[in-house]
């Protein structure tokens, strides 16, 4: 399984990216798949979160409504959308998946077994 994150860059406050994570060796469309960060000196945390099962998302408040998790049409990638960025949201992020059909919130409060490589959001003016 591999997982390869990217998309991370520098951007102003208030502005947007947009994380991909490809994957291979497994299908994420029938995988609960989950986007976390990790800033310096902070534990890493999760921040969306995929369910297989009628494609539920949990985001927790502290995102909510400026971050979005969702699939790829055609591709084998699950996107991270981040809008209205803070300079707090500055962090390593990561995507990661627990092989399996774990809901969303699950996957959330639990910890994937798999885990991509890092992309560095920074935030800042």
């Known amino acids: 399984v591999q997982l390869q994150a990217s998309g991370g860059g520098s951007v102003q406050p208030g502005g947007s990216l947009r994380l991909s994570c490809a994957a291979s060796g497994i299908v994420v469309s029938i995988n609960t798949m989950g986007w976390y960060r990790q800033a310096p000196g902070q534990e890493r945390e999760a921040v969306a979160c995929?369910?297989?099962?009628?494609?539920?998302?949990y985001v927790p408040d502290f995102v909510k409504g400026r971050f979005t998790i969702f699939r790829g049409e055609a591709k084998n990638v699950v996107y991270l959308q981040m809008d209205n960025l803070r300079p707090e949201d500055t962090a390593v992020y990561y995507c990661?998946?627990?092989?399996?059909?774990?809901?969303?919130?699950?996957?959330?409060?639990?910890?994937?077994?798999?885990w991509g490589q890092g992309t560095q959001v920074t935030v800042s003016s």
């Open positions: 995929l369910s297989t099962n009628n494609e539920i998302t």
């Open positions: 990661g998946t627990d092989l399996g059909q774990a809901s969303s919130y699950a996957l959330c409060h639990g910890r994937p077994t798999e």
